[in-house]
């Protein structure tokens, strides 16, 4: 609606003391809008250049094609899964059972996968978030203004190493590390459901424990990453107030630095929990894979999502036995797509907040 | 002491409030001892994983065969042979997937910050471009499965890991390069129209050039994350101990596919494979890292 307005400006410019003393009082709340760029353009509007046409044609042409590949993404995996879905002969949602190797006796079931990417994802988020957000305030309030920078980027190295590399490390490295740990945990917090003896060998060290711990640090650099671009924006008014009020380093961070990045920090934690859930080749190495169902113990083998699917892969061969994984990947797209958007939307109510 | 009445520091009067109480000292210190722990505590994995990669693979790599020779013909218990098939099918399929995703990524960034303004269709392709940043590496590899293998009746080959990589590799250049073409100041853009240049010729002649250095570091570290990236080549390529040049038929190695075929192969010759691929894939991905900040440093364009 305010285009007309911009278009006639140019018009009265040549005068512009005329044009004020006239358009002031009518039009006082539209007074503020400066001549845009896109002025001249609108008042040429009938002739467009032939390069502008294609040129604007393609970058816009780029933008309908992402928004159709997360469309056709979504189209062609529900596609694929459905003749899967219908010949399979229990339950998709609330079995247990894996069983793909007989293309014309499916039997799968995503309740242990469900069950067992959720416990992953949500140990690595609880293990992550404290350190995440410990980071994020050292970084942006605590650490040595010259050395922040730095220390941002020993962070953001942690992102650079590749997934494999971590499922390496956590299975040949952390694992044995952590057996001592993990029996004294079983030994005497065994009555726990949650530390109780699991489905696998725990010496060998590919339980729920160890895979948690190692996506928990894969996901730290986004964590932080976001969390200290929020707390970045803290208004500095805000903490030169609470510091004139005599507030000592963390009652500032307390009651300026928290409740202004609360929201940023939650989303942050969910685009964590994003990545945790779709983690998977270091999950694929680390977990232990095992027949026995989930017993709701940290120290139970099994397979997520992801990994479940990646050491399918070089086996896909029978249409019909992958779609049956198939299946199984749209579930992990509408988790973390539901999660992601509900991140961003966070992200994007905090942003116009502001 | 000065006496002198001008003197900055001198209060008027004596503060109220002479000392902190000692419980909020004590938050503030154990505050700050949690804070600083939490930094101690990530660099502990990163140190580890590095200190880790380093020990283990460093000897294999210093083997000059390492870079010129496959693991052609030989059993998995023997020693020797090289990487090379695996470097070569990384970097291409590392190459392939930038080639394509670059004019993509920025023209899409071109989209939201030069003509997209606040439509509605540049509200759902930002959101698109955050959504896809959050798909899971293994959605795009099967989806590009089922498009290229069982619709597109294609074998599985390193194109259809580049085009994979490809889902993973645009989000980032979009978003990087969104970020910088933003940063240019609307000056440049008002002083080229009002000599009379055409929007497109500004945006690539004048916008583009000053924001070159940023959106090619962007498309640097898009490209480091995207050749470590395992699943698309788990599930859309074969491996193959030999060189294969195709791009578009047969069996081709990568790093990541090097490792996840040794990881399982208990002897020394497993482990020397396992670990030197390990580490000649953290050095090309450092490589490319420090690319990026060279270019940072060398084409950021004259404040002055």
Request: aromatic share 10%.
């Amino acid at each position: 609606m305010n285009d007309p307005v911009v278009a006639k400006r140019p018009a009265g410019s040549g005068d512009p003391g005329a044009v004020r003393g006239v358009a002031a009082a009518p039009t006082a709340s539209e007074a503020p809008i400066p001549p845009t760029p896109a002025a001249p353009e609108t008042t040429k509007a009938p002739h467009v250049r032939p390069g502008d046409r294609i040129f604007r044609g393609l970058a816009t042409g780029s933008g309908v094609f992402i928004v159709v590949l997360i469309g056709a993404i979504g189209l062609f995996l529900i596609l694929q899964a459905i003749p899967s879905l219908g010949l399979d002969q229990i339950n998709f949602l609330t079995s247990r059972e894996w069983n793909t190797t007989d293309p014309a006796n499916l039997r799968f079931g995503i309740l242990d996968l469900l069950l067992v990417t959720v416990i992953v994802s949500i140990l690595a988020l609880l293990i992550a978030m404290p350190i995440a957000l410990g980071i994020a305030l050292f970084l942006t309030q605590y650490a040595p203004r010259n050395l922040a920078r730095p220390f941002a980027y020993v962070v953001d190295l942690l992102a650079a190493v590749p997934s494999i590399v971590f499922g390496l490390w956590g299975l040949f490295v952390l694992g044995p590390v952590l057996f001592p740990f993990s029996e004294w945990l079983i030994e005497n917090l065994g009555w726990i459901p949650l530390f109780a003896k699991g489905n696998v060998n725990v010496q060998l060290g590919g339980t729920i424990f160890t895979a948690g711990i190692v996506v928990a640090v894969m996901i730290l650099p986004i964590i932080t990453a976001v969390s200290r671009e929020v707390f970045d924006r803290t208004p500095r008014m805000h903490i030169e107030g609470a510091i004139a009020l005599g507030a000592t380093k963390w009652e500032v961070v307390r009651t300026t630095v928290l409740p202004f990045g609360k929201a940023g920090y939650v989303s942050a934690s969910m685009l964590g929990l994003g990545r945790a859930l779709g983690e998977t080749i270091a999950v694929m190495i680390i977990l232990s894979t095992t027949s026995a169902s989930f017993g709701w113990s940290l120290f139970d083998g099994g397979a997520t999502f992801a990994s479940k699917i990646a050491l399918a892969a070089p086996e896909f061969n029978d249409t019909r036995s992958a779609g049956a994984y198939i299946a199984a990947g749209l579930v992990l797209f509408v988790l973390t797509f539901v999660v992601n958007a509900i991140a961003r939307s966070i992200v994007a109510g905090h942003k116009e907040y502001e | 002491m000065s006496t002198n009445l001008a003197d900055p520091t001198r209060l008027a009067t004596p503060p109220t409030f002479q000392a902190v109480s000692l419980s909020r000292r004590i938050k503030n210190g154990f505050a700050t001892t949690l804070v600083w722990g939490a930094f101690l505590i990530a660099i502990i994995p990163l140190v580890w994983v590095l200190y880790t990669v380093i020990q283990r693979g460093f000897p294999v790599i210093l083997d000059g065969d390492w870079w010129q020779k496959s693991l052609s013909g030989l059993l998995a218990r023997q020693q020797g042979g090289g990487a090379y098939h695996a470097i070569y099918g990384t970097l291409v399929q590392g190459l392939v997937c930038g080639i394509i995703s670059v004019p993509i990524g920025i023209m899409i960034a071109i989209y939201l910050v030069e003509y997209g303004g606040r439509s509605k269709l540049a509200k759902a392709t930002t959101f698109m471009v955050d959504i896809l940043t959050g798909v899971p590496s293994i959605v795009a590899a099967l989806f590009v499965y089922t498009v290229w293998i069982t619709y597109a009746g294609m074998g599985r080959s390193a194109f259809a890991v580049s085009i994979a990589l490809v889902l993973l590799m645009v989000p980032v250049v979009v978003r990087t390069t969104e970020e910088m073409l933003k940063i240019v100041p609307d000056e440049l853009r008002e002083a080229s129209y009002a000599l009379g240049i055409p929007k497109w010729k500004t945006i690539v002649k004048i916008v583009i050039p000053t924001a070159l250095s940023g959106i090619l570091t962007g498309i640097m570290l898009a490209l480091a994350r995207v050749m470590g990236e395992t699943a698309p080549v788990l599930v859309l390529a074969a491996y193959a101990p030999f060189i294969n040049y195709n791009l578009f038929s047969g069996p081709m190695a990568s790093l990541p596919l090097m490792m996840v075929n040794e990881r399982n192969n208990p002897t020394q010759a497993g482990f020397e494979r396992l670990w030197g691929a390990a580490i000649t894939l953290v050095l090309i991905i450092t490589l490319f890292n420090l690319l990026a900040t060279v270019i940072s440093r060398v084409l950021a364009p004259k404040t002055k």
